[in-house]
């Protein structure tokens, strides 16, 4: 895959210096039991620079009001702010055009629109839809309720001990009653990397779309959706940098136009009466209400933050924390590191023989190191791997060599600790 970063595209960005971007996020202030934050919780939600926080303040100060309806100054200022944080999403993931970029409150929001909009309408008994054991709950359950509706079969890709998509399953899985693939980008538990160009081109050789969960993909990797020629793109601004509450379906134009919308009511509309109602244009309307408006504004001003300093540079940031990480825990007696695909982001997954890892992740925050302990909404995968859940520690932009010194020392302390 051959993606560009908004950087590149933009000749104009001038990129910041990632060692300083600490300093940014207001959070990493707090203190926690006394002890300085280790904020190593970022698969589940980043934490907001002042940019972010600026923004949406910003917006509620000088121009909160309702967007596209208004004739006055201030819903036309709403309006551009809005409309303005569409088009840099459009760029940031490099879609054709600002009304396939589609504002939903998230990740969840735009598989399910998806699947009740797109998929239902068409399936009827005895299709089948592709899943991969890697997927979080939110890339399951959607597809669950619409076989369960359609009297169709939900398939399964599975994966090898390392957390490793099978390539082969998957193409022996593809034939004529194959509907749709929904597969994640990047696996939220394992930090797996899937390999979605080859996923897509074996779905397209059989006219089947593809749906990619970049809940988790978007703040590590550079996302050219046209480049990868997926179908639909979904991720949420709240693993971005940005505010929760707001998310983005990306979608071919054609497949958009042939969704049936799920709510009713507000902007989606051009006219209706008692008889019928004619819908509106893409992209509106498929945003039915008064939407988070704030939330899209804040959201731009992530795409920037992040923009300025560059995808790749985080990315390959965090990988060297990651592999400082997985360097320090090889060899702790009994901890087990679940997840070792050879195409990984910057997420450590691990357990300790004996040891629960709620326990690992209470006693790491009396220091004031923040992790995910769990299934981590990921339960089928789980016991495919044996486990009933892992400790995990994933890394952002802001995250620090003394973060992953500070979590390997507690992992030895809490060793110590149980087991004494």
């Known amino acids: ?41 970022n698969a589940a939600t980043t934490q907001k620079p002042e940019a972010v926080i600026d923004a949406e303040a910003d917006f509620y100060r000088n121009a909160n009001a309702n967007v596209h309806r208004g004739v006055h100054a201030l819903s036309q200022r709403a309006t551009d702010a809005y409309e303005g944080a569409r088009h840099k999403v459009r760029s940031f993931i490099n879609a054709g055009a600002d009304a396939e970029i589609i504002f939903v409150r998230g990740t969840t929001d735009a598989i399910n629109l998806v699947a009740q909009g797109f998929s239902l309408p068409r399936l009827v008994a005895g299709d089948e839809i592709i899943v991969s054991a890697l997927e979080h709950h939110s890339n399951i359950v959607p597809w669950q309720m619409a076989c369960r509706r359609a009297g169709a079969v939900l398939r399964v890709v599975p994966i090898d001990d390392a957390g490793e998509f099978d390539l082969d399953a998957y193409a ?121 408006i704030a939330g899209v504004v804040g959201l731009g001003a992530a795409l920037d933050y992040v923009t300025s300093i560059g995808i790749e540079r985080i990315g390959a940031h965090e990988r060297e924390l990651l592999h400082s990480a997985t360097r320090q825990v090889t060899g702790i007696p009994g901890l087990r590191i679940v997840g070792t695909a050879a ?78």
Do not use: W
């Not at 597969?183 to 939220?188: I, K, M, P």
């Not at 009396?366 to 016991?383: E, Y």
């Open 343 to 420: 195409e990984k982001a910057g997420i450590l997954s691990f357990t300790l023989a004996g040891i629960h890892p709620h326990d690992i992740g209470t006693m790491l925050d009396d220091s004031g190191i923040a992790i995910r302990a769990g299934h981590h909404c990921a339960m089928p995968l789980m016991q495919r791997l044996g486990v009933d859940g892992t400790a995990r520690a994933s890394f952002a932009l802001y995250n620090t060599h003394d973060d992953v010194d500070r979590l390997v020392a507690g992992i030895r302390r809490v060793c110590a600790t149980l087991r004494s």
């Open 1 to 41: 895959m051959t993606s560009r970063t908004e950087a590149s595209r933009n000749p104009n960005v001038v990129q910041r210096d990632l060692a300083q971007a600490r300093a940014d996020f207001p959070i990493l202030r707090t203190r926690v039991h006394g002890k300085p934050l280790a904020y190593l919780d």
């Open 172 to 292: 022996a899985l593809l034939n004529g009653r194959t509907r749709l693939v929904a597969v994640t980008h990047l696996s939220n538990a394992l930090g797996t990397i899937n390999p979605v160009r080859r996923i897509i081109d074996l779905a397209h050789a059989h006219g089947v779309p593809v749906l990619l969960d970049g809940a988790q993909a978007v703040s590590h990797l550079p996302v050219d959706v046209r480049a990868l020629d997926c179908d639909f793109y979904a991720f949420s601004a709240h693993k971005l940098y940005g505010p929760t509450g707001i998310g983005v379906l990306y979608g071919k134009t054609a497949h958009l136009q042939a969704m049936t919308p799920c709510q009713g009511g507000g902007d989606m509309i051009r006219s209706v009466s008692f008889e019928t109602t004619e819908y509106n244009e893409l992209p509106y309307r498929l945003e039915a209400g008064t939407p988070h």
